[in-house]
């Protein structure tokens, strides 16, 4: 998709053809009634908009049509209390409504620049479509093309930049995790971060197997070792002179999860091209951060393999050895995310950041728990406080879950330091945290472990019920806006 051109105007003019003017719809008492809007309404004013089957309820939308040729979409505001987090899913919700429209304007109320960014971006995440792979069916070219924000508190020209690249960073993780696996596979997401990282300052390494052997990656290779295309790892490096601390980023890059020997059945296996969006997800967040030349050392690095079934796969009870020197028997072959993650928060820690964070579509068990729209958050040291701040800034939503020692007694194994799962193990989620715990190293000075957040993104990476807001079908780029709020917290 190309980018739209944005503007912010003070006040409205006049109405121009073939554009959609966003306003909102409250309910007053018990009638529905139109909301405040700087857009000149008086062509519908006096309706029944009730009687007309017009709702007030959040995100419900309504076509009219209004002067000149143009169409109002009034769009429902719930209980009407706005702020920044609410107008940036109404906005999001009403660019999705207009995927025809080559121009909005928002007549939404804004009380302040915040307000007004956060609609901005609402709309931006809302208007992504996926068109890659339409090929008679192709989506109409120059979709929302203009957009048009009227509010009296104007965003810098640097905000509305920031903007820009942080929603570009969205759309271009959704693109690589919406990209079937027959496209993308370790050589091909390693390759696509590689040219996506031209210009912003951040370097691209790549480990291919041959170094990967050499290096000690045990987990990456032992997941990769049933596909007839072998595991990447890739290192996203941004070092600023400037840089005020370190933060390291591990993704789960699994291309495609058949679940290996220990093979999924048939429905759950359909998604599981997603079970790359952690990788995805840490390496534009490091260029995005790049790119707004944050003053923070960004090291992110994406462990990718394919979890395919061959004669050359991981069998259920094989140990292998992690980067770090411990072994892991494999009990469950489909537990291989945190084998691929042990590899990465080992080679992640060597470097001693002052945080780590993981990004994994780790446990099916995290969406029995949380449900569709919160991301599973664990963690020690300031890694939960951090990242708790991180997404209440962004909007986007994380619980935080313990990390119960008790459970630990599940990942004992007889031959090896440490078992991947147990068949019929309580908590999985938590399990999963806990496994990838053991592969955090210390901190420079001490005894302590290096800081560390977990975020289990399973119920979140995907959308595959309805849209809602500006969360649409399929891939939803979740916690990259997370982790740049994250590097924007160290300013
Ligand atoms: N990629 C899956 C987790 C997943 C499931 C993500 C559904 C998104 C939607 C992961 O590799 C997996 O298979 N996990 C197992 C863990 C178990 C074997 C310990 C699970 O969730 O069942
Ligand atoms: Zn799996
Ligand atoms: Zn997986």
């Not at 017009?54 to 209004?66: D, G, H, I």
């Not at 810098?156 to 969205?170: F, K, P, W």
């Not at 990476?461 to 994250?486: C, E, F, I, Q």
């Amino acid at each position: 998709m190309t980018s739209p051109k944005l503007n912010i105007v003070p006040r409205f003019t006049t109405f121009s053809k073939a554009t959609a003017y966003v306003v909102g719809v409250k309910t007053s008492g018990s009638k529905v009634s139109l909301a405040d809007s700087p857009v000149e309404l008086s062509s519908i004013a006096q309706l029944d908009l009730e009687t007309l089957g017009v709702k007030a309820t959040s995100e419900s939308t309504f076509r009219l049509p209004a002067p000149n040729g143009a169409v109002y979409l009034l769009i429902g505001l719930g209980d009407g209390k706005l702020n920044a987090h609410t107008l940036r899913e109404i906005a999001g919700a009403a660019a999705r409504a207009l995927p025809d429209a080559k121009e909005v304007v928002f007549g939404l109320p804004t009380s302040g620049k915040e307000e007004t960014e956060a609609l901005l971006e609402g709309a931006l995440l809302g208007r992504y479509q996926f068109g890659s792979y339409k090929g008679l069916n192709k989506l109409p070219a120059n979709v929302n093309a203009k957009l048009t924000v009227i509010s009296s508190f104007k965003p810098s020209a640097a905000a509305l930049t920031r903007i820009e690249v942080i929603t570009e960073g969205v759309a271009a993780t959704q693109d690589l995790v919406n990209a079937p696996a027959n496209d993308i596979y370790p050589q091909s997401l390693a390759a696509a971060i590689q040219k996506a990282a031209r210009g912003t300052g951040a370097t691209v390494e790549i480990w291919d197997e041959k170094r990967l052997a050499a290096d000690g990656f045990g987990g990456i290779l032992g997941v990769g070792k049933g596909s007839s295309r072998p595991p990447r790892l890739v290192r996203v490096d941004y070092k600023p002179k400037s840089a005020k601390a370190h933060i390291a980023l591990v993704g789960k890059g699994i291309t495609f999860d058949s679940g290996g020997l220990s093979i999924k059945p048939a429905a759950s296996m359909v998604g599981m091209k997603y079970d790359m969006t952690g990788a995805a997800t840490v390496g534009q967040a490091a260029l995005v951060i790049a790119r707004l030349g944050l003053p923070i050392r960004v090291t992110a690095w994406m462990c990718i393999a394919e979890n395919l079934v061959s004669g050359t796969s991981t069998r259920p009870s094989d140990v292998i050895k992690i980067r770090n020197g411990k072994t892991v028997e494999v009990i469950n072959t489909d537990a291989e995310g945190r084998l691929v993650l042990a590899d990465g928060l080992s080679i992640a820690s060597e470097a001693k950041p002052d945080l780590i964070v993981d990004v994994a579509t780790l446990t099916g068990a995290a969406s029995v728990a949380l449900g569709n729209r919160y991301t599973g958050l664990m963690g020690h040291g300031k890694g939960v406080d951090t990242l708790k701040a991180a997404a209440e800034s962004s909007g986007e939503l994380v619980w935080h879950m313990p990390l119960p020692a008790d459970l630990k007694a599940s990942l004992k194994s007889d031959i090896a330091d440490i078992a991947n799962a147990k068949f019929g193990a309580n908590g999985g989620m938590l399990l999963g945290g806990l496994f990838l715990q053991e592969f955090i190293g210390k901190k420079a000075k001490g005894d302590e472990q290096i800081d560390w957040a977990h975020l289990d993104i399973a119920p979140t990476a995907n959308n595959d019920l309805s849209p809602w807001g500006y969360t649409g079908k399929g891939a939803t780029g979740v916690m990259l806006r997370t982790l740049v709020a994250l590097a924007e917290s160290y300013r």
